[in-house]
């Protein structure tokens, strides 16, 4: 059930905060869920303004530089990922703005998922973005109806009759809450927030992620988007006060941690994997509890309750990994490579017979709607040809009934057991393709893991250092060979070329890390292969940085 809306960004500074914000990679797995249509995701603004500079658009702190929409899901929609959000965005961008420059970020980071567009206010024809509601496709109409229009493709529930757009009550549809009083929304938020956030600062963050205004002085007031007034949090209840809420969190991180060990063993003290793991979880373990013994019992310490939190969940990540390597008898790093290189073809397999699923069960599933139709004026259709047959006359047909022939027409079909025959295949292969696609989710998450713990084999037992993180979007595969990967350095227009092994694809398919011998000299290349410089493995970073820090300070200068 997503929900819609969209915000105008005036001048270039309120651009440039605006993509910063969506493109936070604590928010968008590392930057792996971000997209440009008609523009590169790392220079959005910059191309942005190059493209209004040619059609003489003047941008000052007044003009409309674009466009800040939204696009929230159900967080009912249990079986929905970040990549499929992801997907519907620029899907959803494609069809509405194809014409536009728009970035696409998919955020995480909240009990919902849901992407943000922002939407340049010219065109690459030069064109400006018709915003009006009177406008089918470019208005918020046009975006409430292709987003639903997309939800439904994927299988995933609309908000059914939702209220008109109004200049003053366009935010009623958006959470469906129009039965809700504004105390109680605030007081879900609260005590969902209360469930994720460790301290009062974090709720309060939050809160203001989420779109809430706040206000701060002897009593903090919040108002939620949509309200016309600020509320005292103490007015919620004695339990919402800035005190009780900050004493609730002080006990969260103080006791709400379950100070626990479990036991694991290793089923052979010959395996570096092993050891490696062991070791650390030991180290870890030990951290624990050789600092509560300088506790004092008198005193509080609120910072160390939330680090301590941090490494019991860290502890408990490494048994789980010696537990996996046991399970699975991977033992050293050969028999760990082995069995990457099987589930990426595992992968790859799956993967095309997944495609093909996924292909079927789209234009079968663009039928069901047309079925429904069918189906929802058959019994007025039948009544027409009845009234008709009685009558003997030809009648006018309604718009139902035209609805109904057109339907007909479209599916090709004579009798009611024939759409219910396509419905029936539509839902078999929407059944097998998601199981599939679950599946294939449960492969990547496995290769992940593996990825992440041949990380921790080449930090620990192979003597590299961990350089820079890269997207698959970063390798020039036409460069690339059996043995090596070509990939561009994060920030610059450098390539080197990467041995395939030395490269951990920690978020599968998503992100890897680069990892070097520190003291080797790599050789650096443009983007037609010429030689232009050379570096040690340990200074690979540092080229990255310099990059960006003259970006950073390119924006600084032209639109600060």
Same mark, same amino acid.
């Given at each position: 059930?997503?929900?819609?809306?969209?915000?105008v960004?005036?001048g270039?500074?309120?651009? *440039?905060?605006?993509?910063?914000?969506?493109?936070?990679?604590?928010k968008?797995?590392?930057?792996?869920?971000?997209?440009?249509?008609?523009?590169?995701?790392?220079?959005?603004?910059?191309?942005?303004?190059?493209?209004?500079?040619?059609?003489? %658009?003047?941008?000052?702190?007044?003009?409309?530089?674009?466009y800040?929409?939204?696009?929230?899901?159900?967080?009912?929609?249990?079986?929905?990922?970040?990549?499929?959000?992801?997907? =519907?965005?620029?899907?959803?961008?494609?069809?509405?703005?194809?014409?536009?420059?728009?970035?696409?970020?998919?955020?995480?980071?909240?009990?919902?998922?849901?992407?943000?567009?922002?939407?340049?206010?010219?065109?690459?024809?030069?064109?400006?973005?018709?915003?009006r509601?009177?406008?089918?496709i470019?208005?918020?109409?046009?975006?409430?109806?292709?987003?639903?229009?997309?939800a439904?493709?994927?299988?995933?529930?609309?908000?059914?009759?939702?209220?008109?757009?109004?200049?003053?009550?366009?935010?009623?549809?958006?959470?469906?809450?129009?039965?809700?009083?504004?105390? +109680?929304?605030?007081?879900?938020?609260?005590? @969902?927030?209360?469930?994720?956030?460790?301290?009062?600062?974090?709720?309060?963050?939050?809160?203001?992620?989420?779109?809430?205004?706040?206000? &701060?002085?002897?009593?903090?007031?919040?108002?939620?988007?949509? +309200?016309?007034?600020?509320?005292?949090?103490?007015?919620?209840?004695?339990?919402?006060? @800035?005190?009780?809420?900050?004493?609730?969190?002080?006990?969260?991180?103080?006791?709400?941690?379950?100070?626990?060990?479990?036991n694991?063993?290793?089923?052979?003290?010959?395996?570096?994997? $092993?050891?490696?793991h062991?070791?650390?979880?030991?180290?870890?373990?030990?951290?624990?509890?050789?600092?509560? +013994?300088?506790?004092?019992?008198?005193?509080?310490?609120? *910072?160390?309750?939330?680090?301590?939190?941090?490494?019991?969940?860290?502890?408990?990540?490494?048994?789980?990994?010696?537990?996996?390597?046991?399970?699975?008898?991977?033992?050293?790093?050969?028999?760990?490579?082995?069995?990457?290189?099987?589930?990426?073809?595992?992968?790859?397999?799956?993967?095309?017979?997944?495609?093909?699923?996924?292909?079927?069960?789209?234009?079968?599933?663009?039928?069901?709607?047309?079925?429904?139709?069918?189906?929802?004026?058959?019994?007025?259709?039948e009544?027409?040809?009845?009234?008709?047959?009685?009558?003997?006359?030809?009648?006018?047909?309604? *718009?139902?009934? +035209?609805?109904?022939?057109?339907?007909?027409?479209? $599916?090709?079909?004579?009798?009611? @057991?024939?759409?219910?025959?396509?419905?029936?295949?539509?839902?078999?292969?929407?059944?097998?393709?998601?199981?599939?696609?679950?599946?294939?989710?449960?492969?990547?998450?496995?290769?992940?893991?593996?990825?992440?713990?041949?990380?921790?084999?080449?930090?620990?037992?192979?003597?590299?250092?961990?350089?820079?993180?890269?997207?698959k *979007?970063?390798?020039?595969?036409?460069?690339s060979?059996?043995?090596?990967?070509?990939?561009?350095?994060?920030?610059?227009?450098?390539?080197?070329?990467?041995?395939?092994?030395?490269?951990?694809?920690v978020s &599968?398919?998503?992100?890897?890390? %680069?990892?070097?011998?520190?003291?080797?000299?790599?050789?650096?290349?443009?983007?037609k292969?010429?030689?232009? =410089?050379?570096?040690?493995?340990?200074?690979?970073?540092?080229?990255?940085?310099?990059?960006?820090?003259?970006?950073?300070?390119?924006?600084?200068?032209?639109?600060?």
């Amino acid at each position: 059930m997503p929900t819609t809306k969209r915000w105008v960004v005036h001048g270039v500074q309120g651009r *440039n905060d605006c993509i910063n914000y969506v493109k936070n990679p604590k928010k968008t797995e590392g930057g792996t869920l971000v997209s440009g249509l008609n523009c590169s995701p790392d220079f959005a603004s910059y191309e942005m303004k190059i493209n209004n500079d040619k059609f003489h %658009i003047e941008e000052d702190n007044e003009s409309r530089t674009c466009y800040h929409a939204y696009q929230s899901f159900d967080p009912k929609e249990k079986n929905l990922t970040p990549e499929q959000v992801h997907e =519907m965005g620029v899907e959803l961008a494609k069809r509405l703005y194809p014409n536009f420059q728009v970035l696409v970020c998919t955020h995480t980071d909240r009990f919902h998922l849901h992407n943000h567009f922002v939407i340049n206010a010219v065109s690459t024809e030069g064109r400006k973005l018709e915003d009006r509601l009177a406008n089918p496709i470019e208005g918020l109409y046009g975006l409430r109806d292709m987003s639903d229009t997309i939800a439904l493709e994927h299988g995933l529930k609309i908000i059914e009759d939702a209220p008109k757009i109004g200049y003053f009550h366009s935010n009623k549809y958006l959470y469906a809450i129009a039965s809700k009083t504004w105390k +109680k929304q605030i007081i879900e938020k609260l005590e @969902e927030l209360k469930e994720s956030c460790f301290s009062f600062d974090e709720l309060l963050e939050n809160l203001a992620l989420d779109g809430y205004q706040i206000k &701060y002085g002897k009593n903090i007031r919040i108002k939620p988007y949509g +309200k016309q007034k600020f509320v005292t949090m103490k007015v919620l209840g004695s339990e919402y006060s @800035e005190d009780s809420l900050k004493e609730f969190f002080y006990h969260k991180r103080k006791n709400d941690i379950a100070i626990s060990f479990e036991n694991y063993k290793l089923n052979t003290n010959d395996s570096e994997l $092993l050891n490696i793991h062991n070791q650390l979880a030991q180290l870890s373990k030990y951290s624990v509890l050789s600092t509560m +013994k300088e506790l004092d019992s008198t005193k509080q310490y609120p *910072n160390y309750y939330n680090s301590r939190y941090l490494e019991i969940k860290r502890y408990h990540q490494l048994v789980n990994t010696i537990n996996f390597l046991n399970d699975n008898e991977i033992y050293n790093y050969q028999s760990l490579e082995e069995k990457i290189e099987q589930l990426q073809n595992e992968i790859a397999t799956k993967e095309e017979e997944y495609n093909k699923l996924f292909s079927i069960n789209e234009t079968l599933q663009l039928r069901v709607p047309i079925c429904n139709i069918y189906l929802q004026y058959l019994e007025d259709y039948e009544y027409f040809c009845e009234q008709e047959e009685m009558l003997g006359e030809k009648l006018e047909p309604s *718009n139902e009934i +035209k609805l109904f022939l057109e339907a007909k027409n479209e $599916l090709e079909v004579n009798t009611t @057991e024939e759409v219910q025959e396509i419905i029936a295949s539509a839902n078999q292969y929407k059944k097998e393709s998601n199981q599939q696609y679950a599946y294939l989710s449960y492969l990547k998450t496995k290769a992940s893991e593996l990825e992440k713990i041949k990380s921790i084999s080449l930090e620990t037992s192979k003597g590299f250092i961990k350089s820079v993180s890269i997207s698959k *979007n970063m390798i020039d595969y036409t460069r690339s060979n059996a043995e090596q990967y070509c990939v561009r350095i994060p920030y610059t227009e450098y390539y080197m070329y990467v041995p395939k092994n030395n490269i951990a694809w920690v978020s &599968y398919d998503k992100r890897g890390i %680069i990892y070097l011998v520190d003291d080797k000299e790599y050789t650096l290349y443009d983007d037609k292969n010429k030689q232009v =410089m050379t570096a040690r493995g340990e200074e690979i970073e540092d080229v990255s940085k310099e990059e960006k820090q003259k970006i950073s300070e390119y924006y600084r200068k032209e639109f600060i």
